[in-house]
């Protein structure tokens, strides 16, 4: 299937200051199901709501886009005790959807964790738009403690892989480290239901805020290059080596 695609233009970058930032976009949404988005997902693209993009940048090559080889991902030592820590937690997953329940916990976690991000004060429709895909069969990871919703983990599901949309928790829960436990729990759907990757979206050197996806391993990446068109995934089975950069 031919889709067209645009350019978005120039705009400050979200994750480097001092950085302009475009996107190439899918423009035939109307064309997207699970099926063209798990082809767009191995060129590097990525989606927010119906949206399907990826960087395009002019000078800057920094986002790394970042998968997981399910099957022959192997938890690390501090992996295992968070998995063993939240042996308390009931666990359900279910359709997407975005509950008044669901939409507090959005907030409390942008509020304390991204305080400088314009989705601190977005609207539940707004956050509808952006965790949800009307093409696109997203699956919800509810995670609770003692009936109350402590984490929420959305998911989009494809033929060959998952992709982590986004994932939000209790912040005064830190020490549980439920975002790498929802991972986790990702890899472990994927895997068990015969799923080649997870894609954990993209992944920049020098942003903080994305540090934890250097943690699992082996991963693949795909290094944007000068000719977009040359790129491939690597396989990293080093521990260190997307951390540093090399």
């Known amino acids: 299937m031919r889709l067209n695609l645009g350019l978005t233009p120039e705009h400050p970058c979200s994750y480097l200051p001092g950085e302009n930032a475009r996107s190439l976009v899918v423009v ?20 927010s709501g119906d949206h399907v993009y990826r960087p395009w940048c002019h000078s800057c090559r920094a986002c790394n886009a970042v998968r997981i080889p399910v099957r022959r991902f192997r938890p690390d030592r501090s992996q295992r005790r968070c998995r063993k820590r939240n042996r ?14 669901q939409y507090q916990l959005y907030l409390l976690y942008q509020q304390q964790r991204h305080t400088d991000g314009d989705m601190a004060h977005s609207s539940l429709e707004e956050t509808r738009e952006f965790l949800l895909a009307g093409w696109n069969n997203v699956q919800l990871l509810e995670v609770r403690m003692a009936g109350e919703l402590v984490a929420a983990a959305y998911t989009d599901v494809m033929p060959r892989c998952l992709s982590a949309v986004y994932t939000f928790f209790r912040p005064d829960l830190g020490g549980r480290s439920l ?18 990757w997870l894609y954990l979206g993209y992944w920049i050197a020098d942003c903080r ?15 944007p290059l000068a000719d977009f068109h040359e790129e491939t995934w690597e396989l990293i089975e080093k521990a260190g080596t997307l951390a540093d950069g090399s």
């Open 179 to 196: 975002g790498t436990f929802a991972i986790l729990e990702q890899i472990a759907r994927a895997a068990s239901e015969g799923r080649d």
């Open 28 to 47: 035939d949404e109307e064309q997207l199901t699970p099926e063209t988005y798990d082809a767009l997902l191995e060129k590097g693209y990525r989606r």
């Open 88 to 101: 308390d937690l009931a666990l359900e997953w279910k359709p997407a959807e975005l509950t008044r329940e």
């Open 209 to 223: 805020k994305m540090s934890y996806k250097s943690r699992f391993w082996p991963h693949e990446i795909r290094r």
